[in-house]
């Protein structure tokens, strides 16, 4: 039965994206950024349910029953913040713009050089994040159908893929809808059910308020703030929050929707916090036996509502996947390959033909990567770690900073992603949990350090970053001077 249901949710999310595809028209405007003409409620939802994912919900649940409210939630709340600071700072000023990738902000501001460096950086996380959405699925399927890991992944990234090449960021958009009704309903009704049938109940130590998971180091202090600060600011960078973005109607509508989607995302991952911490009070559930949620909604739950969870996790993750996959795809072939707009007489629209072709190797990838890496909370918080090291500094600064360079933001991106890469390489564990990714034995770094490489990392991006930009403000010829008001003004299609 519970599989049945979240399968007729995903046919009708794959029914609505698939039915929007026709305002595409054949025109990439509509493709990647929705003609400029979402209001309010879809570009809130959609940035909702981008943030909401399974990393915020499923890697959120399993993270705080392990080692506390702050380690999971971290995750929902640090991308709450970066909503917070993007509608405060960003949403309006990017939204006026007119830009249709994150992309196209570092040629404008930089050159030809930057573009490129910071394109493949920023399709690099976000294959990760897509992966990290695949791997809830992944497990589900696998958890409750037997079907094996790898095939769930696969037929995950298949649908998602179905409503995504036809219909776009209006595909997207659409169906964010359905499943932020879902997820909402699907929250409260857990939270409900729970604190009825068993309480809320923390385990001593490691509720909200126990902060000594933010003030010391033996209760995880720096691996938490770096979850906080790596998403909270490193999500800045976030190619598909950007999407969305543009693709609001007006500048105030852009900025309005990245508070309701900061809120709601705090509230939902909080919530899925509590409930994750208060079953292994009552129930004494651990990840030793599968996913937290998992075996909270098989062995406990009514089947209507771990139908209706389920359901959520999976359309928060489609979402996610899917702004990823349209997000990646878009940079690869505009910003990368260099396809413009110009549609010769009797041709299709170049950039919105190669951009769906260009989603298959992304989707592959991606599923590869979920494939060796089988982390959700982890991948989410690695992708935008690499962000916060070196793009965060080019971008928010270039944006506001006129002294800011290229050669400046060549070298901050450069210095913080080796620093962060090397860092990587040398510590044992990531986020608490063993470093499966990139890991050389060594006796230099030892996992004490683990949280505080990635403020390292970005302290090195962005000292030198603008250390390089003071140094080269007077000698850097090939700087096009910009007036803060030319930046802001329409970028041409």
Avoid at 112 to 120: F, H, Q, T
């Amino acid at each position: 039965m519970i599989i049945t249901g979240v399968g007729l949710t995903v046919l009708l999310v794959l029914v609505v994206g698939i039915a929007v595809a026709r305002k595409v028209d054949g025109d990439s405007a509509n493709y990647l950024v929705a003609g400029r003409q979402l209001g309010v409620p879809l570009v809130a939802v959609a940035l909702g349910t981008a943030a909401v994912d399974s990393n915020a919900t499923i890697g959120n649940t399993d993270l705080s029953s392990s080692f506390g409210f702050w380690a999971g939630a971290s995750l929902a709340l640090g991308l709450a913040v970066c909503l917070l600071i993007a509608g405060m700072f960003l949403a309006a000023p990017m939204n006026r713009m007119g830009l249709f990738t994150l992309a196209d902000f570092f040629a404008r501001r930089y050159d030809r050089r930057m573009e490129v460096l910071a394109s493949i950086l920023m399709i690099f996380a976000f294959t990760i994040l897509l992966a990290g959405n695949m791997v809830a699925c992944g497990f589900l399927l696998e958890y409750f159908t037997s079907m094996p890991y790898e095939l769930g992944v696969v037929l995950a990234i298949c649908l998602v893929l179905a409503y995504t090449v036809g219909g776009g960021l209006f595909s997207d958009a659409y169906t964010a809808v359905i499943q932020a009704v879902i997820t909402v309903i699907a929250t409260a009704a857990l939270f409900l059910w729970f604190a009825a049938e068993y309480g809320i109940a923390i385990p001593d130590g490691l509720g909200p308020f126990d902060l000594g998971q933010l003030t010391d180091s033996a209760q995880g202090a720096p691996i938490n703030w770096a979850t906080l600060i790596a998403l909270g600011i490193g999500d800045l960078v976030a190619i598909d929050f950007m999407q969305r973005i543009f693709g609001a109607k007006s500048p105030a509508a852009a900025r309005r929707s990245c508070f309701i989607a900061a809120g709601a995302t705090a509230a939902i991952g909080t919530v899925w916090s509590l409930v994750a911490l208060s079953s292994v009070s009552a129930l004494g559930l651990s990840t030793a036996d599968g996913p937290v949620m998992f075996q909270l909604l098989d062995g406990y739950a009514p089947a209507i509502l771990a139908v209706l969870v389920l359901s959520g996790v999976v359309a928060a993750s489609f979402s996610t996947a899917s702004g990823a996959v349209l997000a990646t795809s878009a940079v690869a072939v505009r910003n990368l390959a260099g396809v413009t707009r110009e549609v010769a007489p009797g041709h299709a629209d170049p950039l919105l033909k190669w951009t769906r072709v260009a989603m298959l190797p992304v989707v592959a990838v991606g599923a590869l990567l979920a494939v060796r890496v089988s982390q959700t909370g982890i991948l989410l918080t690695l992708a935008f770690d690499l962000m916060l090291a070196c793009l965060v500094a080019p971008f928010v600064l270039g944006l506001f900073w006129k002294g800011a360079t290229t050669t400046g933001a060549l070298v901050g991106t450069t210095v913080g992603l080796t620093v962060r890469i090397v860092l990587l390489a040398l510590t044992p564990t990531i986020y608490g949990l063993p470093n499966d990714i990139l890991y050389i034995d060594n006796s230099v770094v030892g996992a004490g350090l683990d949280g505080w490489v990635t403020l390292i990392a970005f302290a090195a991006g962005i000292g030198s970053f603008v250390s390089v930009s003071a140094l080269t403000a007077n000698h850097a010829r090939e700087e096009v001077e910009l007036r803060h008001e030319d930046r802001l003004a329409p970028a041409p299609a």
